[in-house]
C-alpha cells in the first residue's frame, strides 16, 4: 500500500520576503523588484502648522479685502498724475533802452511791489529833458514875438488909413483943378496912384495882423499850441527819464536774473527778470475727459508731491478748462483726415490750495492730484 505524501505547507505571507523559497525553473520568470515604499509620514508631519494656515487664508483674505476697498474707493474718485504747480509770473522789461549801472536783486531774492530791480544810464534822458525845456522857452519868446508883432500890425493899419485919407484929400482937390484946368494930367494921374498905393498898404497890414492873431490862437486849454507841444515833449522826456529806474510791479520771488549784467546794453521790451508769485500757488491738473462726468467746481482734492514724498494738502477743483489741451495748442489737430484715431482728451482742471502748504512751493513740480466725487455736484 503506497503511503501518501504529506501535505504542502502554504507558504505564511507575514513572513519576510527572503524567506520564500521559490523553485530553480520559476524565479527566471518572476517578476521585477518594485521600488521599496516609503515609509509612512508621521502624524506631526503630516499636519500642517498655524503659519502655513495663516499664509493659506490671510493672504487672500487682504487681497480680496484690498481689491475691495479699491474697488469701493475708485468709484468715490478720480486722480491723476498729469498735475503740475502753477504760478503767475510776470517778465519784467525796461521800456526803455540804455546801459545797465545798477543791478539791486539777486537770484530767488523776495522783492515787494515797487522795488527797485535795476536802473538804466538816465544822463541821455536828462538831457532830452533839457532840451525840451528849452523848447518850452523857445516857444515862449515866439508867442511873445507874435504879440509885439500883432501890436505893431495896428500900428501900421492905423498909418495906412491915415494914408488913404490923405491920398484921397489930395485927389480930390487934384480932381477938382482938373476940371477948371488948373493941375496937369501927371499931377492928377500921381494923386490918384498915391490912393491906390495907400489902400494896398491897408490890406498889408491887416493881413499881417490876422496872420499874428492866428499864430497866437490858443486851443481849448487856452494855452498856445507851440508852447502845449513843447510842454508835451518835456512831459514825455521827465517819463522817459523815471522809467530808467525799473521797479517791480508785484511782488514775489526774483527769477532769470542772470541776463542783468553791470554794462550790459538793455533794450526796450526785452524782458530782463521774472517775478513768480510764490504765494498764491495752484495746480494745473490735466484729467482724461472720461473723469469729468461726475467732476464739479467746489468738490474737495488731495494733492500730493513727488518732491516731498508723505506731504498731502487740501484743496477743491476751482475751475474746469473751458476747451482741452489740444485747443489751445500751437498746432491743434485736425480730425477731418481718413486716418483718424479717436484719443482721450485731456481737460485742464484748477485746483486751487484750502491750507498753507509746510513745505515750499515750487512752479512746476509734479503733483499727484485725487479730487473726491463721492459727493456728487450740487
Known amino acids: 500500500m503506497d503511503q501518501l505524501a504529506p501535505p504542502r505547507r502554504k507558504p505564511d505571507h507575514a513572513a519576510p520576503r527572503s524567506e520564500e523559497v521559490v523553485p530553480p525553473k520559476a524565479a527566471s520568470k518572476a517578476a521585477p523588484k ?3 515604499v516609503p515609509p509612512p509620514a508621521t502624524a506631526a508631519e503630516a499636519k500642517p502648522g498655524w503659519r502655513a494656515r495663516a499664509l493659506m487664508f490671510g493672504v487672500p483674505l487682504v487681497l480680496a479685502a484690498a481689491g475691495g476697498w479699491y474697488w469701493l474707493a475708485s468709484g468715490g474718485s478720480v486722480s491723476t498724475d498729469n498735475a503740475y504747480i502753477q504760478m503767475d509770473k510776470v517778465s519784467v522789461a525796461a521800456e526803455v533802452g540804455g546801459l545797465i549801472t545798477e543791478v539791486a536783486i539777486r537770484e530767488g531774492q523776495e522783492v515787494e511791489k515797487g522795488q527797485l ?8 534822458y536828462a538831457l532830452t529833458v533839457a532840451q525840451a525845456n528849452a523848447a518850452i522857452d523857445s516857444a515862449t519868446v515866439d ?10 500890425t495896428a500900428v501900421d493899419i492905423q498909418a495906412a488909413r491915415e494914408d488913404i485919407a490923405f491920398a484921397e484929400s489930395n485927389f480930390q482937390r487934384q ?8 493941375t496937369t494930367r501927371a499931377a492928377y494921374d500921381a494923386s490918384k496912384h498915391a490912393v ?3 489902400r494896398a498898404r491897408l490890406a498889408q497890414a491887416q493881413a499881417s495882423a490876422a496872420e499874428a492873431r492866428a499864430k497866437l490862437a490858443t486851443g481849448t486849454g487856452g494855452t498856445n499850441p507851440q508852447v502845449a507841444a513843447a510842454r508835451v515833449r518835456r512831459a514825455q522826456a521827465q517819463v522817459d527819464l523815471g522809467r530808467t529806474e525799473v521797479r517791480a510791479p508785484s511782488a514775489g520771488r526774483v527769477a532769470e536774473s542772470d541776463r ?4 550790459q546794453m538793455m533794450v526796450a521790451g526785452l524782458p530782463a527778470v521774472t517775478l513768480v508769485d510764490t504765494a498764491h500757488p495752484w495746480v494745473e491738473a490735466n484729467f482724461k475727459e472720461t473723469d469729468l462726468a461726475h467732476m464739479c467746481v467746489g468738490q474737495p482734492a488731495e494733492m500730493r508731491f513727488d518732491a516731498y514724498p508723505g506731504l498731502k494738502v487740501r484743496g477743491h477743483v476751482q475751475t474746469i478748462g473751458a ?11 485736425q480730425n477731418a483726415t481718413g486716418n483718424w484715431v479717436k484719443v482721450t482728451q485731456r481737460v485742464p482742471v484748477r485746483i486751487a490750495f484750502d491750507e498753507a502748504p509746510k513745505r515750499a512751493m515750487i512752479a512746476g513740480l509734479s503733483t499727484e492730484v485725487t479730487v473726491i466725487t463721492s ?3 450740487n
Open 196 to 198: 491906390e498905393q495907400a
Open 117 to 124: 530791480l535795476f536802473r538804466i544810464d538816465g544822463h541821455p
Open 323 to 333: 476747451g482741452t489741451g489740444s485747443e489751445f495748442s500751437v498746432l491743434p489737430a
Open 375 to 377: 459727493g456728487g455736484c
Open 34 to 36: 518594485a521600488d521599496p
Open 175 to 182: 480932381a477938382a483943378l482938373m476940371d477948371k484946368g488948373f
Open 260 to 263: 542783468l549784467q553791470l554794462g
Open 143 to 152: 508867442v511873445g514875438n507874435l504879440s509885439a508883432s500883432l501890436a505893431a
